[in-house]
DNA sequence: CACCAGGTTGACC
DNA sequence: GGTCAACATGGT
């Protein structure tokens, strides 16, 4: 895999658009919730949302996980995919009100990983993103607009292969990592279609110095 | 009206 | 290992 300077592309990214200062959030638990209801959503629906299960006081694991899904069903109904977006943190409020968030979180960085990739509902990136932005554990998140990116770049490769490499180029550094991820998305929502990449200059002269 | 959004799952090859 | 339909509402 040719190596490319991602970080002159962070630099790039961060000169262009500024700190994202992601996750936006009051507790982990937040965090938690709002990484299943943003997948394949608009955040602006997910913050109604959150604030629909705040008003019911339904964002901390026991009283989520003690909800009827119905009720959780109404209050996500505006994120898409309720039913299952329902269902699934339902159990996961389950699972973090049975072992205790705290105790969660406590896990060493790739056990926790795996913890949630255990989770109904869970997948790499979300996963990831409970790792980095809820328990504060360094995890590089790839999304969709990272592989896009990087196929222009002609990086291609799995989920797996993109963070191994994100992560070699990089510094281990939590906060460098939560706000690549951010610009990221950022930039490809602004620049960067879906099927095409020939507004991606931006990027691929970055990587090229 | 078509397309997409800070994906995941289970079935299949 | 990879591909693909399902899942579903809301904004442009």
Redesign the pocket.
Known sequence: MKCNNLKNVYNTLLNEFGHQN???ADTSFE?VI???L?????????EQAISNLKEHGLLEPDTLAQADVELIEELV?????????ASRLNNIAQYFADIGIENVFNAPTDKLRDDM?S?????????D?IVL?AANKPKFVI???TTRIMDCLGIN?????LQELFEKELPVNIDLYKEYH?LI?EY??TYC???RCAECLLISDAAKV
């Open positions: 992601w996750w936006p965090v709002g990484a299943v943003t997948q394949q959503t608009k955040w602006t629906n997910v109904h505006c994120c898409g995919f309720y039913r299952q977006k990739l989770l109904n509902g869970v997948g790499n990136e979300t996963a993103s932005y999304d969709a607009y490769g799995n989920y797996i292969k951010a998305v490809a929502k279609g879906k099927k």
